[in-house]
Structure formats: C-alpha cells, structure tokens
C-alpha cells in the first residue's frame, strides 16, 4: 500500500509525472524502432532461425526483439557501451586520456565525445559481422562493400550504425529530461519487452507446470539474491581533522567510504560474453571453407565452445571472476580515494594517511569483491543449470541483474526527489 502511495505521490507531482511521461514515450518510439528491418531481409527465415538458436534466441532477448526482426536498432546500445568500456580501460595507460578525466565537466564532455565517435565505427563492424553471419543461411544477400550489392550492403549497415546513434541520442534525452540512467532504462525496456511473449507462449503451449513453478522460484530467489548483493556494502569510517580559517572553524566531523561488494555492476558479464562468443562467431566464417582442415578446426571451436558445452560455461565463469576483480581495481585506481582523504584532511581511525591508508583500502576492497566475483560468476552460469529445469523458458540471468538494477537505481532517484519534498518515498 505504502508502494502505491509513493507512486501516485510521484505523479502528484508537475516535474515528476513530466519525467515518467517523458521517459515511457521514448521507451515507446523504442519500441517502434525495434521493428523498422534494414533492406532486403527474409523475415520468415530469420525468425525460423532464431526459433532454432538458442544462443540466438538469449541475444534477441537482449535486443527487445530487434534481432529478430534485423531492424535498424539490432546492435542497440551495445557498441557505445563497448566504446565507453574501451575508453575506461584506457585511461590509465594513455596520459591525454588520464588528463581529461582530470579536469571537471569539461574533461568529460571531451571523453563523451571521444566515446560517441568510437561507437561509429563499432556498429559499422558488428553490423556487417551480422549481416555476413546472416547471409551463409540465406536470410540476406551476401554482403558486397564494392560489387554489385554495394548499395544494398552499405545501406543495410548505414541504417543499423544510425539506430544505435538514435538510440543513444535518445538515452541522453532520458538521462536529462527523464527519469533514471537512459541507455540503462533502453537496455531495460529491451528485456522486459520480449517476457510477455515468452511467459505467454509458455502457457498457452501447455509447457511443464512443475518445471514453470520450479523455474518462478529460482527466479525470485536470484532477484532476492542480485538486491541484497548489489546494495551490500563495507563502510569504512573516516575522521576529519578540524581546521580553523580566519574565525572559522572546519572539519572535525565523521563520515564512512562505503566500498560495494559488487563495484563492477555487469561490465564483467558483458566482457565475458563478449570474449566467449567472439570464438564461436569467428569460427561460423569458416565452417563452409573449401579446406578440410580449416572447416575441422572451425567446427571444433563452434561444438567446443558453444553454449551448450559445459567448456563454454566453466570458462565463462573464470573469466566473470577475473573481470571482475580487474575492473573493480581499475575504477577505484581512478578514484585516488586515498590522495583526496589526505588532500581535505580526511583519515582512517588507526591507519596513517598516504599509503598505509591506499593499502588498507585495496585490501579490504580485495576481500569484498571476492564475494561479488564469485556471485557474479554463479549469474553468469545459472542458465546452465536452469535449461535442465524448463526447456521453454530462456534464462537471462543476466538479464535480471540489469533488470533490478536498473529498477533499483530509478527508485533511488525517485526517492530523492519525493523526499525533497517531504513525500514518504519507496525505500523504508
């Protein structure tokens, strides 16, 4: 009931309900966009063969149904979330880039712009890797940059690089006049569109009851699990000395540095998967090569590594948890959290500043961040284990990690908001 209250409290509100309005209507030409296909595409063939896949079939999930349908917003948002992660990994090794996001707003104005340029490029290359994938089942025309099907090729894949930079554009939008992260709130609105069909198709097929009950479980037991470790944090209490300037005094008041179990969010799971497939979709260029041997090692990667191998899913927690750990220090490097403690005066209770405190810290976050690697890790392989539960549903549950992430960070900022004005929020 309180819930309720909340909500219809938002919506009391001019900004607020212009915000949530604001936010559904972009989601709602997202929806639209999702089903625009490119040029010469066989519908009925491509949606036979995503039928057929389920590796398919877990990225259309993903894409809200864009994949299936090859519209201009196939590749999503995802290239300009790998253009922003390559960007973050080279901060620290490139010094103009370390400079920049150094130096304010402006610094990071430049670094978007460096990010919204990469993503071209990266669309431009996943785009014609889809269509050459595509085009060894017949479902487009093969892909000919400078030949006869030039025209239909580059257009193909000046659509879909377009769709991304809509798609972008228009979280932006979300993120300045909405409510919420707005290529989160996309990448949500993506997944979440596809679950009525599915559950859908489920019931009305007569699917297995038990295995649908076990498979609801499961799933509401991994949504208690993804909140409790995404909000779980070890705060760290910090002292600050007083100061006195000219008649004032300054400082003395205690704060903590709350260190989160789970710093990396999903990157680690979109960097695994990216990695894992990258083999398998490699090999698919060479399954039909004239050579012998050529075709052999292809399809041994392809069995070997495909979702379905029990290979696929040991490496791909290792690499969950080595990510993890990875980008986890990467970005509290960037923070400098122990030069700024000592820069305003700040001091861990029993530890001396500088180092001694850059130790403690990378200690403490190194004990931490084991349980989130390792949590992370079980959500990346729990569709293994949960195919041998219901074959008519696709676990994502990754997909849920994103979901209540996203809907967790929106409640935040509708908290904030509703408490600003002395509204009891959604959070107790």
């Known amino acids: 009931m309180s819930l309720l209250q909340a909500v219809l409290n938002a919506f009391r509100l001019p900004d607020l309900r212009r915000r949530l309005l604001f936010t559904f209507a972009i989601l709602v030409i997202f929806r639209f966009l999702a089903h625009v296909p490119v040029p010469g595409v066989n519908l009925v063939q491509l949606r036979n063969l995503f039928a057929s896949s389920q590796l398919l079939g877990l990225l259309d999930l993903f894409s809200g149904g864009a994949m299936r349908n090859l519209s201009v917003a196939t ?30 707003e402006a610094g990071r ?23 050459v994938v595509l085009s060894q089942q017949g479902i487009v025309a093969s892909p000919d940059l400078f030949g006869a099907n030039a025209l239909n090729t580059w257009g193909s894949i000046i659509s879909m690089v377009a769709g991304t930079i809509v798609l972008v554009w228009m979280g932006e939008l979300i993120t300045e006049n909405g409510i919420g992260n707005g290529v989160s709130i996309l990448i949500f609105g993506g997944i979440v569109a596809n679950m009525p069909q599915i559950l859908g198709g489920t019931l009305v097929g007569g699917g297995d009851w038990g295995g649908l009950f076990l498979f609801g479980a499961l799933g509401l037991i991994t949504v208690a699990a993804i909140v409790v470790v995404q909000e779980a944090q070890r705060r760290i209490p910090v002292q600050y000395a007083k100061r006195i300037r000219g008649t004032r005094m300054y400082g003395g008041q205690s704060t903590h540095i709350p260190l989160k179990v789970n710093s990396a969010g999903m990157i680690p ?9 990258l083999p398998s979709m490699i090999a698919q260029f060479f399954m039909t090569s004239s050579v012998d041997w050529v075709a052999s090692i292809a399809q041994f990667f ?10 696929y899913w040991i ?8 990510f993890t750990f990875f980008y986890t ?11 700024n403690l000592q820069k305003y005066g700040g001091f861990i209770p029993g530890i001396r500043p500088g180092k001694p405190t850059s130790d403690y810290l990378n200690r403490v976050l190194g004990r931490i961040t084991w349980l989130g690697a390792i949590f ?18 696709v676990v994502s549950s990754t997909g849920l990690l994103i979901v209540v992430g996203v809907v967790l960070d929106t409640m935040k900022q509708l908290e904030a908001q509703l408490m600003m004005r002395h509204y009891e929020g959604f959070i107790k």
Do not use: C, D
Not at 109 to 131: E, F
Not at 269 to 277: K, T
């Open 75 to 104: 590749m999503g948002v995802y290239p300009y979330i790998t253009s922003t992660i390559i960007i973050q990994l080279l901060i620290p090794a490139i010094p103009q880039l370390k400079e920049m996001s150094q130096e304010g």
């Open 329 to 339: 220090y990467v970005i509290f490097q960037q923070q400098n959290l122990s030069e």
């Open 269 to 277: 799971l979109i960097f695994a998967m990216s990695i894992m497939l």
């Open 109 to 131: 104005r430049r670094l978007n712009q460096i990010m919204h340029w990469l993503t071209v490029p990266l669309a431009a290359l996943q785009g014609y890797s889809a269509l």
């Open 315 to 322: 490496a791909y927690f290792l690499l969950v948890v080595g």
């Open 376 to 393: 992370l890790g079980v959500i990346a392989v729990l569709p293994f284990f949960a195919q041998n539960i219901s074959t008519t549903l």
């Open 302 to 311: 392809t069995t070997v590594l495909g979702i379905k191998s029990p290979v």
